[in-house]
């Protein structure tokens, strides 16, 4: 494999959408590829290591996502020398597209994946969704998705009432409903919150034999962000590649939580909601301890009020 990464990931952050753009263009010509796949996306890829990382992301999340403005492969390009292929949209395309059908296609004929050890495909929400559905391509990958959705096709889906007007895309014909594109992976696991409620609805859609779904309650719904903001993407990733994420791997990682203050608001406010009041204090004396927690500190307050007027 190439080594010419230089350093990973490089800082973009400044630069304006068409530099940018032709940055990573760049960054794709010098050490693998760069291809347009029509107007609304592209394929990056950085040859290094022998695992390669397969990423669906839009450029709107990498914006807002990453410091460095650059998608999150780069980063296990840095962490880990992994390879990295980066399948970009514009915003929230599902990826539902006959030039990305074409692009996989074409990876498929050339054998492209058999050139690694190891294939992770990731991504997450739309992209989730696109992950599990062109993992096919690649028999043998390993799979991780956040809150994937299934597919839009309202036969299928009508209970979703969120991406109205992405129905008229077409979800019935090739890499089409995504659970049953992850037939050929060798495993894949479904992170969500199953009190988010259609993120579960549409996790329950996955499940196969070859699927692992790992609950990350309270978490909400922007997995990708939290597990970001907690550094716990190239741990997830660095199990999945090596065969690891079992459930007791993933409850040890999820102990992060309890420093993350928007997880804890969230298991306070459900408590508050549940009128669980002594479970509610010992949370926020718990919090108050560990941490500088105005909020707890003055709910913690009021709890005590009550509780010395009983």
């Known amino acids: 494999m190439q080594q010419k990464t230089h350093s990973f990931p490089p800082d973009l952050s400044r630069l304006a959408r068409g530099e940018w753009l032709g940055a990573l263009r760049k960054i794709g010509q010098q050490n693998g590829f760069a291809e347009p796949l029509g107007k609304s996306h592209a394929g990056i890829f950085v ?12 450029m709107p999340g990498i914006e807002a996502l990453s410091e460095t403005r650059t998608p999150l492969g780069f980063d296990m390009v840095a962490a880990h020398g992994w390879s990295s292929l980066s399948i970009l949209s514009h915003g929230d395309t599902w990826f539902r597209d006959p030039r990305v059908y074409g692009f996989f296609d074409q990876l498929l004929d050339d054998g492209f994946f058999d050139d690694f050890e190891k294939v992770i ?23 991780l998705v956040l809150q994937p959705q299934a597919t839009l096709d309202p036969r299928v889906t009508e209970w979703d009432d969120r991406f109205y007007e992405q129905r008229r895309r077409d ?5 089409g409903f995504a659970p049953d594109m992850l037939d050929a992976a060798q495993h894949a696991y479904v992170l969500y919150d199953p009190r988010e409620t259609l993120d579960a609805m549409h996790s329950a859609l996955f499940e196969r034999r070859n699927v692992t ?3 990350m309650p309270f978490m909400g719904g922007a997995l990708q962000s939290d597990l970001l903001t907690l550094d716990l993407m190239p741990s997830l990733l660095k199990a999945v590649s090596e065969d690891r994420l079992g459930t007791y791997e993933f ?3 999820m102990r992060a939580r309890r420093d993350h203050p928007p997880y804890l608001r969230k298991l306070l406010a459900r408590l508050d909601s549940d009128e669980r009041d ?8 718990n919090v108050v301890a560990r ?9 913690l307050a009021e709890l005590e009020s009550l509780n010395d007027g009983i």
């Open 291 to 299: 941490m500088h927690a105005p909020r707890f500190r003055r709910r």
């Open 121 to 143: 495909f990731f991504g997450a929400g739309p992209c989730g969704y696109a992950a599990a559905a062109y993992s096919v391509a690649a028999p043998g990958a390993r799979v």
């Open 213 to 215: 779904r790992l609950r």
């Open 171 to 175: 979800f019935t014909s090739r890499y």
């Open 278 to 285: 002594g479970l509610a204090q010992l949370l926020c004396q």
């Open 251 to 253: 409850a040890q990682m």
């Open 47 to 58: 040859e290094q290591g022998d695992t390669l990382l397969v990423t669906f992301e839009s």
